[in-house]
Nanobody, 118 residues
């Protein structure tokens, strides 16, 4: 299974970015999808998740600004980020996971840098 994250870049505060996570080598629809981020000197933190059925959950600081979605036909997940703040600056990682027959399958993308200037 391979995940390719893309869409990061440099944006001014208040701007928007859309991250993509393309999956290959798996049945994408059977995995939950999550976006995480890691800022310099900080631990990796959860940003948002979307289940196989489309249920979404967000970290409190992202509610109302970020939207996670998925297109199972294209094996791609997305994170739309609006009203970006300098504190959103981090490397963003996508993750897919599922449990089957008591075995956990957990895969990570390589990360994409998001930098928000003030």
């Amino acid at each position: 299974v391979q995940l390719q994250a893309s869409g990061g870049g440099l944006v001014q505060a208040g701007g928007s970015l859309r991250l993509s996570c393309a999956a290959s080598g798996s049945t994408f629809s059977s995995f939950s999808l999550g976006w995480y981020r890691q800022a310099p000197g900080k631990q990796r933190e959860l940003v948002a998740t979307i289940s196989t059925l489309g249920s979404t959950d967000y970290a409190d600081s992202e509610k109302g600004r970020f939207t996670i979605s998925r297109n199972n036909a294209e094996s791609t997940g997305y994170l739309q980020m609006n009203r970006l703040k300098p504190e959103d600056t981090a490397v963003y990682y996508c993750n897919i996971r599922r449990v089957a027959f008591n075995v956990e399958y957990d895969y990570w993308g390589q990360g994409t840098q998001v930098t928000v200037s003030s």
